[in-house]
């Protein structure tokens, strides 16, 4: 039986705030290099888009590898209930309720699935954040100098 570490909420967070601080950049980025006009922080629209790009930024990363770069910084990653690779479906789906929903989403998750470590769209799509390890690659070992 293989053993599965659930990842803790607060490592997510983290790993959820670097995405959104580096979608928010490219996004501001791009807008400046194509001379967009200014949309202001809070406005509807402004939300809109930046969800549009960070649920199509978590599928692409989730369904490709399990990983976006937020969770590669701080070892975690999406997975099937099992510890399996997901589908772009799954991610999808698991990448809505966060892009979209997230505060009902992670309140729903944590009063009607106490202690489960699931978002609401984490148990729809069959999915689960686990924490990896980081280890060499099987016939490589790294050998750290002492400072």
């Given at each position: 039986?293989?053993?599965?570490?659930?990842?803790?909420?607060?490592t997510r967070f983290w790993a959820?705030?670097?995405?959104?601080?580096?979608?928010?950049?490219?996004?501001?980025?791009i807008a400046n290099l194509l001379?967009?006009?200014?949309?202001?922080?809070?406005?509807?629209?402004?939300?809109?888009?930046?969800?549009?790009?960070?649920?199509?930024?978590?599928?692409?990363?989730?369904?490709?590898?399990?990983?976006?770069?937020?969770?590669?910084?701080?070892?975690?990653?999406?997975?099937?209930?099992?510890?399996?690779?997901?589908?772009?479906?799954?991610?999808?789906?698991?990448?809505?309720?966060?892009?979209?929903?997230?505060?009902?989403?992670?309140?729903?998750?944590?009063?009607?699935?106490?202690?489960?470590?699931?978002?609401?769209?984490?148990?729809?799509?069959?999915?689960?954040?686990?924490?990896?390890?980081?280890?060499?690659?099987?016939?490589?070992?790294?050998?750290?100098?002492?400072?």
């Open positions: 039986m293989e053993t599965i570490y659930l990842a803790k909420w607060e959820w705030l670097i995405d959104i601080l580096l979608v928010g950049a490219l996004h501001s980025g001379s967009l006009p200014k949309v202001d922080l809070i406005s509807l629209e402004d939300f809109g888009i930046r969800s549009v790009l960070m649920f199509a930024y978590w599928t692409f990363f989730e369904g490709y590898n399990g990983q976006s770069i937020g969770k590669m910084a701080l070892n975690l990653k999406v997975t099937g209930r099992k510890g399996g690779k997901i589908d772009l479906p799954a991610a999808a789906l698991e990448s809505f309720g966060k892009a979209f929903l997230l505060p009902l989403d992670c309140l729903i998750g944590w009063l009607a699935m106490s202690g489960s470590k699931l978002r609401l769209f984490n148990r729809i799509s069959g999915t689960i954040v686990i924490k990896t390890k980081y280890e060499e690659p099987e016939g490589v070992t790294y050998v750290k100098e002492k400072e």
